[in-house]
Structures are given as structure tokens and as C-alpha cells.
T-cell receptor, first 118, second 109 residues
């Protein structure tokens, strides 16, 4: 149980276009999801916390108008990278707190989306 | 500020034992996690400690000392497939995960 999927797994887009990444909790409801970015050989960097039915909470230095997050349902959160530039090329990973809620002992990660902006 | 420290890289031999240390300074503590991440893949959960002591799961064990702000991940009977990065993360008082930079473990035959 507690599976998180992401789509697409890989995407290549041209500079200036927008890309949407979906994160789904397949067999549980996730009131809170997290979006991370990871550059090569670096650790995960939390971008934002996505709460169902409310606005996302962005980490310092993350542009909320560039990285649009929508958590429209208990099983789906989307991250849209608007006006993408080559420096946005990265590995984007979502995660969700498990079925036990905040008391759960782990976050479940999606498989990640590798974005390449040309 | 909040800080997680772990070695950048370690090398060990197949069949041997290796211990990866993690020290932390965070605002509050609600558990410490170890994740394994193979190159190009998302992290996968290994262990969770919230009380002091040793948690054993097969070949992997994790230890926590809250008073010292210290944890280690112990890997026994190393296999080549254990070559990966190992991430230490602490959940703070806001239930946010604070991540270490990861330890790249290289296993040699």
C-alpha cells in the first residue's frame, strides 16, 4: 500500500514553455504532499508543501508564480513550471505523508520526473 | 539554523559492514529517517527512529541518540546493489523533513 505515482517520468520542453507534472496517491488520501527538486549529486531541496483545498506553502527562494502548485483533490497535486528555462532542468520529486497522517512514520515518494529544458 | 551532517562519500568491500553517521541540529524533533537513493531514482524508505536505541531490519540497522543529536545506519553483509546514496532526514517540530546532503556509498568487490 501507500503508492505515489508521478507523470510524466521524463519531459523535454523548449525554453519559454510551461510543463505540468502530476503527483497522485494511488491507494490512500493525502491531505499533504511535498514537492522537491534535486540537482545532480545534490540532496533533495523542498520547494513547497501542498495542502488539499488551500494554497501551497513555498520555501524561501522558490518563486510561487513560476512554480504553480494545485492540490485539487485528496489524491492529486500538480506542479506547473511556467516559462521554463534551462536552469529549471532538474529532477522533480513529490511525496505524500502516509495513510496514518502526521503520525505516520514515513513519506512516500513518487518515482520522480526528469525535466530537461532546451 | 537547522543542520544535518553526514559524510559525503564512503567506500566499503562486498560482504563487509559499514556504518554511516548522521548528526543533526534542528528546531524540535519528531523522528529521524534513513532513505536509500540509487542514481536517477527517487528515495526509498529504509528506517525510522523516534526513541533512543537500535532498530534492526534484516541487514540494515539504525541507531538514535536524541541527547547527542546522533544517528547511524549500519549495513551488514554488503552487496554490490547497496551502492547508492543514503540520506538522513529529521522531522522537526513543524513536521517538516530536514534533509542531509546524503552519503554516497561505493561498494567494491
Amino acid at each position: 500500500g501507500a503508492v505515489v505515482s508521478q507523470h510524466p517520468s521524463r519531459v523535454i520542453c523548449k525554453s519559454g514553455t510551461s510543463v505540468k507534472i502530476e503527483c497522485r496517491s494511488l491507494d490512500f488520501q493525502a491531505t499533504t504532499m511535498f514537492w522537491y527538486r534535486q540537482f545532480p549529486k545534490q540532496s533533495l531541496m523542498l520547494m513547497a508543501t501542498s495542502n488539499e483545498g488551500s494554497k501551497a506553502t513555498y520555501e524561501q527562494g522558490v518563486e510561487k508564480d513560476k512554480f504553480l502548485i494545485n492540490h485539487a483533490s485528496l489524491t492529486l497535486s500538480t506542479l506547473t513550471v511556467t516559462s521554463a528555462h534551462p536552469e529549471d532542468s532538474s529532477f522533480y520529486i513529490c511525496s505524500a505523508i502516509g495513510p496514518g497522517g502526521k503520525g505516520s512514520d514515513e513519506q512516500y515518494f513518487g518515482p520522480g520526473t526528469r525535466l530537461t529544458v532546451t | 539554523g537547522q543542520n544535518i551532517d553526514q559524510p559525503t562519500e564512503m567506500t566499503a568491500t562486498e560482504g563487509a559492514i559499514v556504518q554511516i553517521n548522521c548528526t543533526y541540529q534542528t528546531s524540535g524533533f519528531n523522528g529521524l529517517f534513513w532513505y536509500q537513493q540509487h542514481a536517477g531514482e527517487a528515495p526509498t524508505f529504509l528506517s525510522y527512529n523516534v526513541l533512543d536505541g537500535l532498530e534492526e531490519k534484516g541487514r540494515f540497522s539504525s541507531f538514535l541518540s536524541r541527547s547527542k543529536g546522533y544517528s547511524y545506519l549500519l549495513l551488514k553483509e554488503l552487496q554490490m546493489k547497496d551502492s547508492a546514496s543514503y540520506l538522513c532526514a529529521v522531522r522537526d517540530s513543524n513536521y517538516q523533513l530536514i534533509w542531509g546532503a546524503g552519503t554516497k556509498l561505493i561498494i567494491k568487490p
